[in-house]
């Protein structure tokens, strides 16, 4: 399924670009420690930014592809171009019969907007519209109250706390995770033409 564009009230969801301002968009979103405080790794350099876009680029390509790491921007009715600068990324990787986990990352400056909330709802639409998927998974680092929010606020449900599941930095931290199915998706489905 490529190339890949959903569209929310405000933001769309799109494939990376192999260009300086998408390397430089990543490079702000993963380079800033802030942002990646409850991810499981910590800042990346530029050219580590510009590799993954590389390898995003390839997924994207792969004859039976299995993960979307997809750039988050703001819609051309906003003001801006409709390749705009991306704004964070948004990932879905299948994982077995009809599953999938999920994932949002958004730059600090975008924080407190509900962007999160469209981006993720984006790709609930996707997942269980044009992929036919039946469950989605997402883990959050506890002290990620924010996200939690989020994922409860679409029907989300926990299922449990995942004991030292990450070490990073020297230390073992605790996630929960969460999931939603098919038949608890209160929102549209995307369909399948193009994504």
């Given at each position: ?119 993720v709802g ?72 193009g994504g």
């Amino acid at each position: 399924m490529v190339p890949v564009r959903l569209t929310g009230p405000r933001l769309a969801v799109r494939e990376y670009h192999h260009t300086e301002e998408d390397v430089d968009a990543l490079h702000a979103l993963f380079g800033d420690p802030e942002v990646t405080r409850h991810l499981p790794f910590g800042p990346s350099g530029r050219e580590d930014c510009a590799d993954q876009i590389e390898l995003y680029l390839e997924e994207a390509m792969a004859e039976e592809r299995d993960t979307y790491r997809l750039a988050v921007t703001r819609l051309a009715d906003a003001g801006e171009p409709d390749d705009a600068t991306p704004i964070g990324q948004a990932s879905l990787t299948l994982e077995g019969h009809r599953a999938a986990g999920i994932g949002c990352v958004l730059a600090r400056g975008s924080w407190g907007r509900g962007y999160a909330r469209e981006t993720v709802g984006l790709l609930c639409g996707l997942a269980f519209g044009a992929l036919d998927l039946h469950r989605l998974t997402a883990r959050v680092a506890v002290a990620n109250a924010a996200s939690v929010r989020v994922l409860t606020g679409l029907g989300f449900r926990p299922e449990g706390r995942l004991r030292q599941d990450t070490f990073k930095d020297g230390t073992w931290s605790d996630s929960y995770l969460y999931s939603l199915l098919a038949d608890e998706w209160p929102g549209p489905a995307v369909p399948g033409e193009g994504g």
